[in-house]
T-cell receptor
Framework: DSGVTQTPKHLITATGQRVTLRCSPR?????VYWYQQSLDQGLQFLIQ???????AKGNILERFSAQQFPDLHSELNLSSLELGDSALYFC?????????????????FGPGTRLLVL | LAKTTQPISMDSYEGQEVNITCSHN???????ITWYQQFPSQGPRFIIQ???TKVTNEVASLFIPADRKSSTLSLPRVSLSDTAVYYC????????????FGAGTTVTVRA
């Protein structure tokens, strides 16, 4: 158990609909990341939030948006859903790890939300 | 963000040692090297992280040569439960950090 929780575990919806995925990071982690993993594809980074502010953006569609709330939980909103949006959506949170030559954040992933768009 | 190259797949047998090499020719001075493991339908799990030379933990070892242009993840005495996708990532400072997982290496362990 990574300490990161995601709800719901499964979601089935129809094309054109809008859904919201929720993530609660590990206690004390300020960064939240969202990833999409389609069938037989690698993890695609979507977006990162740090302490409520957007930190980095990846291959996130304009139909998708996210936010991080004051209690540090995050939501990923997917709208105008298409069949191709069917995928596993992972949330991760991180804590900075110190090192002698810089800082790299180890990410702890949640169990994911499996979205099926029919 | 440093680009990484690793084999698409590797096969092994129970009890053998598995070594996965990742190339990262344009690694920056402040970059660390991190490996993750992912089982089907689960989120990736941190395995090991290093900067130079050798790092060992209870799960794996990470060998990094002096030029740091590659790294090798070593899994000792694998079992069937080690069948998974292994990702090599190279990342920089936390204020400019985007993870790029790539396709990873699918390791299949057979009995």
């Amino acid at each position: 158990d990574s300490g990161v929780t995601q709800t719901p575990k499964h979601l089935i919806t129809a094309t054109g609909q809008r859904v919201t995925l929720r993530c609660s990071p590990r206690s004390g982690d300020l960064s939240v990341y969202w990833y999409q993993q389609s069938l037989d594809q690698g993890l695609q980074f979507l977006i990162q939030y740090y302490n409520g502010e957007e930190r980095a953006k990846g291959n996130i569609l304009e139909r998708f948006s996210a936010q991080q709330f004051p209690d540090l939980h995050s939501e990923l909103n997917l709208s105008s859903l298409e069949l191709g949006d069917s995928a596993l959506y992972f949330c991760a949170s991180s804590v900075a790890t110190g090192g002698t030559s810089g800082i790299q954040e180890t990410q702890y992933f949640g169990p994911g939300t499996r979205l099926l768009v029919l | 963000l440093a680009k990484t190259t690793q084999p698409i797949s590797m096969d092994s047998y129970e009890g053998q040692e598995v070594n996965i090499t990742c190339s990262h020719n344009n690694i920056a001075t402040n970059d660390y090297i991190t490996w993750y493991q992912q089982f089907p339908s689960q989120g990736p799990r941190f395995i090991i992280q290093g900067y130079k030379t050798k790092v060992t933990n209870e799960v794996a070892s990470l060998f990094i040569p002096a030029d740091r242009k590659s790294s090798t993840l070593s899994l000792p005495r694998v079992s069937l439960s080690d069948t998974a996708v292994y990702y090599c990532l190279v990342g920089a400072r936390s204020n400019d950090y985007k993870l790029s997982f790539g396709a990873g290496t699918t390791v299949t362990v057979r009995a």
